[in-house]
């Protein structure tokens, strides 16, 4: 499948915007999250937190699977394929593991601190609320880069698909 021209740039697009909303997101959880592990004021924990978890519950994973989906058509749609290019290949794979990592880490560690800050306790662990961001914002950094230089060159798959075929070997007719 190949995208049209006007299909491909809306969709680069889209990537785009949401890769960077993305990053911004992250950036925005690592100062809420350095706020409330570096003050202390437990009413600043609290606010901190409680606008972590709502970046986290209803911006980060819509943000996050856009960014996954978009790129999915844009690796399938386009001559850079998914599997032909290490660089795609590995934003593919950093992308679905810092989702999950999303889904299964960062939200529940900002939930726990909630939770615990909501009932009036201190903030149990800086590390539920900077870990998470922390990766993330270096794996988002290392993807952009990557797309910018676009290094490494062709999988084995690629360097096979660039490979003209073969043509059959004409036989030689002796009389």
């Not at 960077?20 to 437990?42: I, K, N, Y």
């Not at 290490?86 to 909630?114: D, E, H, I, M, Q």
């Not at 993807?143 to 036989?171: C, D, H, Y």
């Amino acid at each position: 499948m190949k995208l049209s021209r006007p299909a491909r740039r809306a969709t680069l697009v889209v990537h785009v915007v949401a890769s960077a909303s993305w990053l911004g997101l992250t950036l925005g959880l690592l100062a809420l999250g350095g706020t409330a592990a570096g003050t202390g004021s437990p009413v600043t924990v609290e606010a901190s937190v409680r606008a972590m978890k709502l970046f986290a519950d209803w911006l980060l994973l819509p943000v996050a699977f856009l960014t996954l989906l978009s790129g999915l058509l844009l690796s399938l749609g386009t001559v850079w394929g998914l599997a032909r290019h290490r660089w795609v290949y590995t934003k593919f794979w950093l992308t679905l593991a810092t989702t999950t990592a999303t889904v299964f880490a960062l939200r529940p560690g900002v939930n726990s601190a909630v939770t615990a800050v909501a009932a009036g306790g201190p903030l149990p662990d800086a590390g539920d609320v900077l870990f998470g961001p922390i990766v993330s914002l270096t794996a988002y950094v290392f993807m952009t880069v990557i797309s910018v230089l676009k290094p490494w060159g062709l999988t084995r798959r690629g360097r096979r698909l660039r490979t003209p075929a073969a043509r059959p070997e004409r036989v030689r007719q002796t009389a």
